[in-house]
């Protein structure tokens, strides 16, 4: 996690570096810094959020144009102004921003230690600097050779900005893992951990590669290899809107975010579904048709959320392709020899494209010789660079920690590729393509019929505001949902909350069903509709209070559930896009109502780009 | 669930059936009752155990030689004096015991009121028994007669008996889903739901099989098919021994079942692995262990605990043979349409062998052709007798309702059977296959010695009694274990703890980590050691109080963790049976020191009979 922002050219570098790094803030915000060139080298940072180290410096001498910050998610060392960055070197000659997790700091420490350095803080990344220091002097070399020889030395992974107030001129940046992005503009250069900080001031970016160091020294920029050999940077002009990141008149990016689910639903479609023409196509899945069709397995990678939108993906593609799928998790894949062979498929799927986990299961599943497609939100994304073909769900900039638009972006995204691999290899029947086209089209203006309920929903939540637990179940398509839902308000409400599929409930969660417990339950009108209702009762039955989203028109449910919140009818396959919608405003308003900063919540970031 | 119990013979009735709910009193204890055939049908029930009952008939008239019991875990209205069984009909005229649901209950009920019929209950057990005297009064029949036709009218599962006051020497009973057992005695005979009510008087049975109808009247057993044909019973004499079902000294069977695992996991072994001689072999496997060397793919369907050994196996099976594997909930595989091809294996576990949603899976399964293999506890069991092969682990009965030597025993027969393919299929080299068995062999030992750890558990448990929530983490081989570990607190001392993949936690579980979050963390040495250290500094980076579960020798994490638990060194693929122990140990003694009914925990039952 954590953000990285640095500037070098002709304004004057605090407003740059400050404003960038609220922008970063979606990935970490537990402290920030700022390091500026101004005769001396000088270190300001803060415990906290952005803000907190705006005020900070206000009395500050913060000219200069020349410097670097970060806004930090903990991985070692708690969240206090110590451990924030940038960190010094023993000498206080260099200092780091850093971001990623050095996994051999410990042993490194201790030579480091035995060799006369010493440390303030507990983290991984003031080893680092201290190392590059040590290799500068040891060696007698230049920065920049150091930083090169300590890349070296280090296991794990890192985007990393170093100033020295000897080349009170230069930034040395490096990448391994952790995302880095350089802006080039007239005279100035940015580095970035995405593209956000940069386009106020120019459009053009190079997207540093693994192992690639880049010197900006002088006004000239140089890019070495690995090996030290000279890259020749590849230059992309950017599209990314600045007013596609604000907030737009809600209260919460998390709320703008659900609201926009209608309008992300389609985007999501537009251009690869025109049902009056029974057309359905995807760019990205074009040339993989046949391997797709001829799949002997598919495997789903993904963490959190993403991982809910492969279990709905495990049913549709079976359903419909009849190909087995199996859905892991990311972290699990990567260290346990899976199985992959040559006519298996791998989806890796990733809001931001840049999860730790996912992009090494890539690598792994790469190295097996599988085809990798993957499904991003983010436009030239880690994921999306790594895999050999892919499709966006182009929901848009999700900035809400909590992630909801884009959820409803990759279900709709994988629902398109199960028809078509399924169309494709004739599992599944025109006549019922031609339906599920019709039914999928109607999905956003059915959204918006469930956004409709947003006061509803508020009055319940203004009942369970206060609930310490809560369970949610569902069954087949609703499953998954059900995960969701829990997961999105253990995210933001810190209310812990389990998601089950609803026949397991009697193998064990059943135990902490009382009077105190709401429960929800997600029963659509589906085939395991009577199944579901039976689980209902057997909640009623210890006193549990129910909280059920059904479809329109349901006259059993109403006669048991506490609360009844009603989605308007669709067909099974498509259930999920609308039944998380309830689900993702109970969890807001609960969160609203708890005080609970919604769109940061604690210990949380974003995009989760450690391990 | 629920538990039935009938008699009629020579002997007084009462004292039988009331010693009978006591030993099925693991399959639900709601709330229990009583019919009894003496001049007229009296029937007494009372809400809670069966010793409340006992307390209430005690200065009843309960005379008699015939009649039936029931002890229930509640499906359908909660549990209360009225909804207790036995149920009258509006008449009073019959009554029955039923165990299992009626799914189109609802209909019944609203066609029944129409013709005139009273209701007391929310029972679906009432509208069965009113159905009967309705088709009995409609068509002028016999009640045997009434009783076919009603079985024709229902949907659902059901093990029932049914008494009437005009057949004062007729008990008649019949079967769908759920179990039934039929003692035959010299001039008596027994009906119930697993044969340990029964042991004490005869060791003959009958399984009734699926739609058979049994009526015994004046001594004579009649046993007829759906389509009234009457069938030879095939008597099978039974080798259960009473002590094996009895306490030992213990506090709780709960702490009985963990003492016993070091000769359970042996048991599950015996016979079928002799390191000396490289010996390993499966009964169960052998004519099959061609199939599952060429099987395509294994799936395993199970619920609860047994879902979570099922995890244990995908690690093994994969890792040893290199086949892929689904693990999948029972009942969301058997509602879904899943793919299951004719080399393909379903793998089917079940403690009770009763679970009737892996009951339901494996009959799905079989209707696509797979062949079906079982691993189950209780001999003679429903899924036993549904599978075309199996192994019994041989853990012994367990009656604690939480599961803990049934799930190592699980494990240890999963084990051996991964080894088994591995070895067949040449994907286990020689020399590991039988460093492995040798390993495995000494698990008994390091198993007593992790036992050993009672006291030191127990003072840790003492610290985290008063503790809301928790949560449990492992990776790899250990991230099963952390489910299992959650499962079993939440189980008994309704605790809401939640196992997680370690790396997962960082996509939304974080939030819930303050200084009031125990966090369980199952971090033995193996391939992702130094993954799970970096997990241990994020909680820790959260305040959260970290429970480690290391292994002996450790020196690092016992520098970040607030409580460390050493359990002995083994091979990673093993690690499973060594770090359950402790998360057992650590469950049982929170849910005592919190005044828990830890072999009776509210709202669960043994074995889950219904869906």
Redesign the interface.
Known sequence: MCGIVAYVGHREACPIIIKGLKRLEYRGYDSAGIALMNGDLNVYKKKGKVADLEAFISDKDVHGNIGMGHTRW??????NDVNAHPHYSSSRNIAIIHNG?I?NY?ALKTLLISKGHTFQSETDSEVFINLIEDIRINNNCTLVEAVRLALHEVVGAYAIVVLSKDDPNQLVAARKGSPLVLGIGKGEYFLASDATPIIEYTNEVVYLKDYELAVIKDGELDIRSKEDIKQTPYIQHLELTLDSIEKGGYEHFMLKEIFEQPRSIMDSMRGRMIVESNHLMMGGIREFENKFANAE?ILIVA???S?HAGLVAE?LI??FA???V?VE????FR?????VRERDIVIAISQSGETA?TLAAIELAKSKGATIFGICNVVGSSIARATDAGAYTHAGPEIGVASTKAFTAQVTVLTLISMIIGSKRGTLETSKLHQLMAELENIPAKVEQALALDEQIKRIAAQYQDA??FIYLG??YN?PVALEGA?KL???S?I?A?GY????M?????????EQMPVVVIATKD??Y??IV?NI??V????GKVIAVVTEGDT?IPTMADHVIEVPETSEHLAPLLSVIPLQLLSYHIAVMRGCNVDQ?????KS?T??
Do not use: F, M
């Open positions: 903990a991985t070692h060392g708690e969240p997790i996994e410990a397995r963490c959190g959320t991982w049913y079976e359903d009849r190909i087995p199996e998790y990311a972290s699990e260290y346990r020899n899976p199985i986990d310490t637990n069954r087949g499953y997961l253990k995210e933001i810190y812990h389990e599929p609803a026949a397991e009697k193998h064990g969660p059943i135990a902490l069903i009382d085939s395991s009577e199944k039976s009762q057997e009623r039955a210890r006193k059993t919540p604690r210990n949380l970031a989760v450690v391990e």
